[in-house]
Nanobody
Framework: QVQLVESGGGLVQAGGSLRLTCVAS????????MSWYRQPPGKQRERVAL???????NYADSVKGRFTISRDNAKNTIYLQMNNLKPEDTAVYYC???????????WGPGTQVTVSS
């Protein structure tokens, strides 16, 4: 059974950078698409970036050109490099993958990112 653990969140000023890390346990990591989601206070969770098993990437319009998702299959890890952060990027950031025929969502516990103006 896969488990995900995020780290790297924190408090940063607008214009600053952070790198989030998600470590996955269990098998089939290299065969799996992985995503970063975020949930701002009082709002719904939204996907910000996805990376496929072939390392094709996709980004939400709101983060294109500022965020970069990458993966290291040897370490069962994905990253989210976040540059030029804005106050509206403040959210809890979650790592996600899907498992099984039902494509069940697997979530990490999340890491808080706070961007001050």
């Amino acid at each position: 059974q896969v488990q995900l653990v995020e780290s790297g969140g924190g408090l940063v000023q607008a214009g600053g950078s952070l790198r989030l890390t998600c470590v996955a346990s269990g098998s089939a990591f290299s065969d799996s698409a992985m995503s970063w989601y975020r949930q701002p206070p009082g709002k719904q969770r939204e996907r910000v970036a996805l990376i496929t098993a072939a390392s094709t990437t996709n980004y939400a319009d709101s983060v294109k050109g500022r965020f970069t998702i990458s993966r290291d299959n040897a370490k069962n890890t994905i990253y989210l490099q976040m540059n030029n952060l804005k106050p509206e990027d403040t959210a809890v950031y979650y790592c996600n993958t899907k498992r099984g025929l039902s494509r069940r969502d697997v979530w990490g516990p999340g890491t808080q990112v706070t961007v001050s103006s």
